[in-house]
């Protein structure tokens, strides 16, 4: 398996532009997390999803922070519009099932470097 | 969650054992010890977990005391590679979105040549 696959590894963009982040989990991991690490206030956990749904999303910053599962091979996480403030690399992470994920933990992405200028 | 404490930064030499503490004296019945390290710019990587019992893998060894308030993770011949900041985790078994992971600051780990 090709792991937790995020795209793209970098992005520059300037103030007030929308951001799109992409993350491709493991086959047939049921959960599916996006995490913020900023040298300030390490790695935060922002939302995460159990097959597809949206269940706590209470570490999403502000409203201008959105994120979609479409299928269960595709999430996106949204910045519109960005903010200098923004800038962190942002992780995606999936894990197995209830049963199992306690044996294998969290594999996360090699993440997405986001600077907003 | 418990909370835990680490050392903020060790140094070790190729080729030795590196012996990471962690004390988490606050530490519930049910709650697992996890332990996770992130290798300069690529995310957390899973090392291992246990509960009261030692644990070994191919990747490292755990150690928890038996009252349970604190533990040692062992990278029996460490190696330039293993140089990352490393996370003591403790949580609960089960639901993982329920029982998330909270990191903390970790340990600096940085094996020397």
């Known amino acids: 398996d090709a792991g937790v696959i995020q795209s793209p590894r970098h992005e520059v963009t300037e103030m007030g532009q929308e951001v799109t982040l992409r993350c491709k989990p493991i086959s047939g991991h049921d959960y599916l997390f996006w995490y913020r690490q900023t040298m300030m206030r390490g790695l935060e956990l922002l939302i995460y999803f159990n097959n597809n749904v949206p269940i706590d999303d209470s570490g999403m910053p502000e409203d201008r922070f959105s994120a979609k599962m479409p299928n269960a091979s595709f999430s996106t996480l949204k910045i519109q519009p960005s903010e200098p403030r923004d800038s962190a690399v942002y992780f995606c992470?999936?894990?197995?099932?209830?049963?199992?994920?306690?044996?294998?933990?969290?594999?996360f992405g090699s993440g997405t470097r986001l600077t907003v200028v | 969650d418990a909370k835990t404490t680490q050392p903020p930064s060790m140094d070790c030499a190729e080729g030795r054992a590196a012996n990471l503490p962690c004390n988490h004296s606050t530490i519930s019945g049910n709650e697992y010890v996890y332990w996770y390290r992130q290798i300069h710019s690529q995310g957390p990587q899973y090392i291992i977990h246990g509960l009261k019992n030692n644990e070994t893998n191919e990747m490292a060894s755990l150690i928890i005391t038996e009252d349970r308030k604190s533990s040692t993770l062992i990278l029996p011949h460490a190696t330039l590679r293993d140089t990352a900041v490393y996370y003591c985790i403790v949580r609960p078994l089960g639901d993982p979105g329920t029982y998330k992971y909270i990191f903390g600051t970790g340990t600096r780990l940085k094996v020397l040549a």
């Open positions: 992470a999936s894990s197995l099932n209830l049963d199992r994920v306690n044996i294998y933990g969290y594999t």
